[in-house]
């Protein structure tokens, strides 16, 4: 049996793509798994649900904020990502047998353990286009509303992320919609993490002829997992669906009920390169 090609790289595209800098904010909450099994049978039927030590699957959220440079230039994009943690049916057999803190942490040297894509909603019509034909990533425009930790900004630990719906205009412009979709809150001021070396994060998709795609994504330093597990964190993420009647708030609704606590949440800010610093009075005239 011959081995089959790689996916095609369409044109303007060239892989890999190379992230200039990248700030994420992701949050973990143990789910049913039956929901979870019949949204992938929908979406990806040649993947199953990851379940681990207390027989729960997993639904991952996160937001990204990303700059690349390209040969004309600079391009900042925005995207949120409603995931479940799954593998591919067939690899089932190589899988380890991982708590979710274990799976955190990055113990899964298979990488099988990916995400799977329900949606993907982005501020940047290129990257909408990338990740639909790269990536078979189910990926529709947004807009988004943002508060984050910043070496710019006040002290503080907290991410705010508030999602709108938009569509693409002509010229690829993106047109904003007044209607919210969604509202994260991620607040993790005081809280202690340890380094989580879980890249690659393998994310798959199903292309337009039924067959699976795993792309990895490689960062260069560790994530800063939080365990969020005990009672007293269970304030500090909240998910609010804004838009309950679309496709997105229906499948959120179906995997997450009111009030279930999240088991961590996990964060990347690319360090500075540069800083540019305060100025001073250099003397005005010869010394006396």
């Not at 800098?21 to 949204?39: F, T």
Request: glycine share 10%; hydrophobic share 40%.
């Amino acid at each position: 049996m011959s081995a089959p090609s790689l996916p095609p790289v369409p044109e303007p595209f060239r892989l890999p793509f190379h992230y200039g800098a990248l700030h994420q904010v992701g949050v973990d909450w143990p789910v049913d798994p039956e929901p979870v099994r019949q949204l992938l049978g929908k979406h990806h039927p040649d993947l199953t649900a990851a379940t681990f030590d207390d027989g729960r699957a997993l639904l991952s959220v996160n937001f990204q904020l990303y700059f690349a440079q390209y040969a004309f230039g600079g391009g900042v994009t925005q995207e949120i990502e409603v995931n479940v943690i799954a593998f591919p049916t067939a690899d089932a057999h190589r899988l380890p047998r991982l708590s979710y803190a274990e799976y955190a942490r990055g113990w899964d040297q298979t990488k099988l353990l990916g995400i799977a894509r329900l949606h993907v909603v982005c501020d940047n019509p290129f990257a909408i286009r990338a990740g639909r034909e790269l990536y078979a990533e189910p990926k529709y425009p947004g807009w988004f509303e943002v508060g984050m930790p910043s070496l710019n900004g006040p002290a503080g630990e907290t991410w705010t992320v508030r999602c709108g719906s938009a569509e693409v205009g002509p010229d690829d412009t993106l047109e904003k919609a007044p209607d919210p979709l969604l509202d994260l809150t991620v607040r993790l001021d005081g809280l202690t993490a340890v380094p989580a070396c879980s890249a690659p994060v393998t994310g798959y998709g199903t292309d337009r002829e039924g067959r699976l795609r795993a792309g990895p994504m490689n960062v260069s330093q560790p994530y800063a997992w939080y365990d969020m597990s005990a009672p007293e964190y269970s304030g500090r993420t909240l998910l609010q669906v804004r838009a309950p009647g679309g496709d997105l708030g229906r499948d959120l609704r179906a995997l997450l009920p009111d009030g279930t606590p999240a088991a961590g949440a996990w964060t990347y800010q690319s360090p500075p390169v540069a800083a540019h610093l305060r100025p001073y009075y250099p003397a005005a005239g010869p010394l006396v």
